[in-house]
């Protein structure tokens, strides 16, 4: 596609260069304390590559880039930067499998990352995991029951609000509680998402190991209003003025739930940057590792 093409180029021409400016802001005392892991020449263009589906799962992790630098092709958009000392792509992909495995193939040729971390807003299936817990997946099932193994970071440890185990890869998470728990007994998994079957079936391909991390953005008895459903779902701007006027023709209310969403996706997306950024140690150490949860 046109688009990767030029997202790999661009990328192989820019990306060393402009990353290693990004590292000199509120990153530098920290990286100038690890020179020789960032200043390898064996290292690749990028740590990390995460890759989400919206914009609304990137936010809080973008915030915490230094140095942070945008660049889109096509539908495709990678926000690069300094996490922690190190360097992280974050690609926002959509949530298809095709745009999300065509986003992981040509981030990994753009970047070589020496990990791949899937991340994004995921549905319990199970009464013990609440709205903000992490959910670090071991396995993907398909609701066919087709299983997928992930790679997990050596030396983990986790910590009250995470949640280690199998992540249903569905189309639906289901349309209420009981749904939602039969789904979860039936496939033995702990919550859903969508995107990260493709990315990772492109990572093992490429011989890059690949991360599930999604935080609960609904518990098991919570569920998104129809008019912010029909809303989020809308790809384009005339969907989205389409279903801004059903909500304000049909559902005036509609409008109170979709401002109420917005503020809780903020609170999703900023514990999602924290987990990822308690993460990033376990995957690339530099001096220390922390226990995920901790401080």
Known sequence: MVWQTYLRDWLLRTAEARLRAAMSGAAKDQAAADTELLSSEEFPSSHLAVIVSTPQEAGGLVDRLDGMLTTEAGRLRVHEGGLSGRRVAVV????????????????????????????????????QLTQGDAVLANSLVRDDGTTQSLDLPSGLLVDKGWHVGRVASIASPGSDAAARLAIGKRLSALATDRQTWAAAEVSRRQQVPCVSLGVIRHALDQREPQAVSHLRKSNTLAGKIGALAGIALNQPSGFG??????????????????YIDQLVDHLVPLRRRIKLGGA
């Open 257 to 274: 739930k979709l401002w109420t969403e917005k503020e809780q996706d903020l609170v999703a997306t900023d514990r999602l940057a924290k």
């Open 92 to 127: 926002v992909a959509g949530d298809a499998p095709e745009t999300v495995a065509d986003a992981t193939e040509a981030i990994l040729a753009g970047h070589r990352p020496q990990w791949v971390v899937v991340a994004g807003f995921a549905t319990a299936l199970l009464p």
